[in-house]
């Protein structure tokens, strides 16, 4: 069974920076793509991020929305997708979600972890 | 960016009708390798999205018959045939020919 289980939510200041994980199992993490995806309450997913496999080259896509101030990476070896987000601002509030790739869509989903931005 | 327009906002249904939702894409979704990626997605209250449709047509593992998925180019539509309780959520296209990936704002949908 996939299973996608994401951490390191939680309450920052505007400004500040945070580290989500996602700790992956049920597949072979490292031959798949592997993104990161938000979602404000009653707002439609944003896609913000993804990272390709070894056999691509680990290579990265961002949206222009977080493009300079988050960076993903993963640990193949550990199973675990990582954003590192920085300089968050109030407008980054929302349910973070990791997600497996499936021919350019996703096909597993994580339960999500909030994320809140304020002073 | 791909502006993905849905289509209704909401709709309400009878157990065991049908319904249709449209999603416009502001440009073509075929991409450079002749594939099309268009993927529909369900989120049930209080949960994250689930996979229903991968490549306009293509049913994900475990998915009912009773979704089907359509369309070509910037036109595409989800039908659902003998809706149950359980297909009740927030229904989403998105796009995964340009970056950055893109969602529709979704439909409701409400049994009756």
């Known amino acids: 069974e996939v299973k996608l289980l994401e951490s390191g939510g939680g309450l920052v200041q505007p400004g500040g920076s945070l580290r989500l994980s996602c700790a992956a199992s049920?597949?072979?993490?490292?031959?798949?793509?592997m993104s990161w995806i938000r979602q404000s309450p009653g707002k439609a997913p944003e896609w913000l991020s993804f990272?390709?496999?070894?056999?691509?080259?680990?290579?990265?896509e961002y949206n222009p929305s977080v493009k300079g101030r988050f960076t993903i990476s993963r640990d193949d070896t550990q199973n675990v997708l990582y954003l590192q987000m920085n300089t968050l601002r109030a407008e980054d509030t929302a349910i973070y979600y990791c997600?497996?790739?499936?021919?350019?869509?996703?096909?597993?989903w994580g339960q999500g972890v909030m994320v809140t931005v304020s002073s | 960016d791909v502006v993905m327009t849905q289509t209704p906002v909401s709709l309400s249904v009878s157990l065991g009708g049908q319904v249709s939702i449209s999603c416009r894409s502001s440009?073509?979704?075929?991409?450079?390798?002749?594939?099309?990626?268009l993927s529909w997605y369900l989120q049930k209250p209080g949960q994250s999205p689930q996979l229903l449709i991968y490549?306009?047509?293509n049913r994900f593992s475990g998915i009912s018959d009773r979704f089907s998925g359509s369309g070509s180019g910037t036109d595409f539509t989800l039908k659902i045939s003998r809706v149950e309780p359980d297909d009740l959520g927030v229904y989403y296209c998105?796009?995964?020919?340009?970056?950055?990936?893109?969602f529709g704002s979704g439909t409701k949908l409400e049994i009756k």
């Open positions: 049920g597949f072979t993490f490292a031959d798949f793509y």
């Open positions: 997600a497996k790739h499936l021919k350019l869509g996703f096909d597993y």
């Open positions: 490549k306009v047509s």
């Open positions: 998105g796009q995964g020919t340009q970056y950055p990936f893109t």
């Open positions: 990272i390709r496999n070894k056999a691509n080259s680990y290579t990265t």
């Open positions: 440009q073509s979704l075929v991409h450079n390798n002749g594939n099309t990626y």
